[in-house]
């Protein structure tokens, strides 16, 4: 089914109304809203001139009626179904939002039939003309706006035999040859593989480091002031009295004084004394800050990058064209 990265819009064909009836009743029971599908195939060539009114709306609900019960599309119905003749397209049948957008088509806004509406809702004009082609074959397109993945509506629309785009079905091919196309088709949607159009590039992308830095703690100094003992010892000079007696011989001269015992003469003798005091000073100053230093780290990762390995199969010529050799 058509749904590319940008959008959300599907796009399923079908050979087959009924099995385009099958698949709506089964997206609106997986829980799709109704002003999420839409519906468009040729109708009867003996509609009314204009497009009729909304489905269930008394003015138009007999002409619905018949036009969607000759269709084989009568499950449909609750989508909003119109019919009815757009001058460019003929007769229709058509429910939800393209019933919508084809209504004002037809009541003169500028949408060049089909492809105007599915370019409306967001099918890229290259693919929206090829299912223009299809739904003047005869096909039925059924398109589903997406909320998110678009998984579930493409697995809905592919068991109902719905095809797109990529995985257009060879007409009378065999059901085995059919499967095996199908499991083709699956695989090239897993791997990304696609038909590409004439001057179409392809973008090739390689992952590169980028390293970002944020500071972060990654310690903490502390400075802080402890006490120690240690014992000192100063030499201080301290001075102190002797006595000092001396005896010298005298001249044996007559003396008035009688001799008496326990005469004496006292003499004090002074020294210094050392006293130790302890006073607290300044020896050092400690100043505290930060500066910035820069060091290398090597950093390293697994990157991937997209590189173009060209396969040649049959008698295709493949030149290769360096831009940079260019004159």
């Known amino acids: 089914m058509t749904a590319a990265m940008d959008r959300t819009t599907v796009v399923g064909v079908f050979h087959d109304r009924m099995d385009a009836d099958r698949a709506v ?7 799709i809203r109704n002003n999420r599908i839409g519906v468009v195939a040729k109708g009867d060539e003996a509609a009314g001139d204009q ?12 002409a619905v009626a018949g036009m969607v019960a000759g269709a084989g599309i009568g499950g449909l119905v609750g989508l909003g179904i119109v019919a009815g003749v757009i001058p460019v397209l003929g007769p229709i049948v058509a429910g ?10 037809a009541g003169g806004a500028a949408i060049a039939g089909v492809a105007g509406a599915l370019i409306g809702a967001g099918i890229p004009e290259h693919e929206a003309e090829y299912y223009q082609g299809e739904f003047e074959a005869g096909r039925t397109l059924v398109t589903v706006q997406c ?41 090239s949607a897993m791997t990304g ?8 590039t392809m973008q090739l992308r390689e992952e590169q480091l980028r390293a970002t830095k944020t500071p972060v703690e990654a310690g903490e100094v502390r400075v802080r002031k402890e006490v120690t003992t240690e014992h000192k010892t100063l030499d201080v000079p301290v001075q102190r009295e002797e006595v000092v007696i001396e005896r010298h011989p005298a001249s044996s001269r007559a003396s008035a004084a009688d001799i008496q015992s326990g005469e004496e003469v006292r003499i004090p003798v002074m020294e210094e004394k050392v006293n130790v005091e ?26 991937r990058k997209e590189n173009v390995r060209v396969e040649r199969k049959g008698d295709a010529d493949i030149q290769a064209c360096d831009p940079k050799n260019r004159r």
Do not use: C, F, W
């Open 96 to 105: 939800g939002t393209l019933a919508t957008i084809l209504a004002n088509a």
């Open 278 to 303: 302890k006073q607290a000073v300044v020896k050092e100053e400690v100043s505290v800050g930060k500066r910035t230093v820069t060091d290398h780290e090597q950093v390293s990762g697994d990157v």
């Open 193 to 200: 593989t696609r038909t590409a159009r004439e001057g179409e």
């Open 51 to 62: 497009m009729v009114a909304e489905e269930g709306s008394e003015a138009g609900s007999g």
């Open 147 to 187: 909320d998110g993945d678009t998984n579930e509506v493409i697995s809905i629309l592919r068991r109902h035999n719905a095809y797109d785009m990529q995985t257009t079905p060879v007409r009378g091919a065999s059901t085995a040859t059919a499967a095996s196309t199908a499991t083709r088709t699956d695989r």
């Open 25 to 31: 009743d089964e997206l609106r029971r997986s829980g």
